[in-house]
């Protein structure tokens, strides 16, 4: 097993309303947005400062292993940016850094690693970290999701945020949207959507899930999660299980981010037992065990 030892958030302190962004923007719905002198480097480094902090462990020493970095909003080529924030908190350079980007789910791409790798055995103690800052295009502000955030996960062989009880990945070859030689691509959302997201949800659950009453808190993580009460209901789930995304309208979708905010939220609220769903071209989903105490 593998477990959350601690973690870190970073929000940029500005926040913008709807209305502001555009005419037809909700005066309730607010975005969290960073400031000129802030960006993904920025971002990470607080949350992984703050991860330190609250661990058992010193930042200078080896016994961090391991760190990932997630985003799909790369500021770098050709230059990883897990060993650049590897060197800014001093870790020593003959560790693993590795880089995880192009969607929305790189977060728990990494995440799912980072379990495998310590289930095997390969290493003790791995940083996980997510970052996102994109701006939308003028005119699209409402249209295109955002929110700037960072995470900073402390996986180990021992913890007590939370624990890790299985993770699986499923693959999908559709991907309803996405971007192809700087050029926005979107499939007719009437096939995609069912072929994409529907069908794979509907597979994950009956493969994956075997006792739906034991959970506490399903978080899915998906721009078509609307679609997806029906499936839920069918795969014998309660809609008193199903979490609200409540950051939506605080802070935004903040993209590889965002399934981890919402992860840490409900283990905040301390729920026991948790069914997280990251669907992005594919679907990542893990059974996390929430404890009591926690480290923030």
Do not use: W
């Not at 693993?96 to 055995?121: H, I, K, Q, W, Y």
């Not at 721009?223 to 979490?243: N, T």
């Not at 840490?264 to 037992?273: D, Q, T, V």
């Not at 948790?274 to 989903?285: E, K, M, R, S, T």
């Amino acid at each position: 097993m593998s477990f959350i030892k601690s973690y870190g958030i970073a929000l940029p302190h500005f926040r913008i309303e709807d209305h502001i962004l555009h005419p037809n923007g909700k005066r309730t719905v607010m975005k969290a947005v960073c400031y000129t002198d802030e960006d993904i480097i920025t971002l990470a480094f607080q949350a992984t400062s703050e991860c330190l902090t609250n661990s058992e462990i010193n930042s200078v020493s080896p016994v961090i292993d391991c760190i990932f970095f997630a985003t799909s909003s790369p500021i770098f080529k050709n230059r990883y940016h897990a060993s650049f924030i590897a060197d800014m908190i001093n870790l020593p350079t003959e560790i693993m850094a590795l880089d995880f980007v192009n969607s929305n789910r790189s977060g728990t791409d990494a995440f799912l690693m980072a379990n495998e790798l310590l289930n095997a055995g390969k290493y003790k103690n791995i940083l996980v970290i997510t970052a996102d800052v994109i701006y939308p295009e003028i005119g699209k502000e409402l249209s295109t999701p955002f929110g700037h955030a960072a995470t900073c996960l402390l996986l180990s062989t021992e913890g007590k945020v939370g624990e890790i009880i299985s993770a699986n990945s499923f693959s999908s070859a559709y991907a309803e949207e996405f971007i192809y030689k700087d050029e926005f691509i979107q499939y007719d959302p009437r096939f995609s959507r069912e072929n994409g997201f529907s069908k794979n949800l509907s597979s994950v659950l009956k493969k994956f899930v075997k006792q739906p009453e034991s959970f506490d808190s399903v978080i899915l993580n998906s721009l078509y999660s609307k679609m997806a009460g029906k499936i839920f209901g069918h795969s014998g789930f309660e809609e008193v299980q199903i979490y609200k995304d409540s950051l939506l309208s605080n802070i935004g979708n903040t993209g590889s981010s965002h399934s981890i905010l919402l992860l840490l939220n409900e283990i905040e609220n301390h729920k026991k037992n948790i069914l997280l769903i990251d669907y992005a071209n594919g679907i990542n989903i893990f059974r996390i065990k929430g404890h009591e105490e926690i480290h923030r």
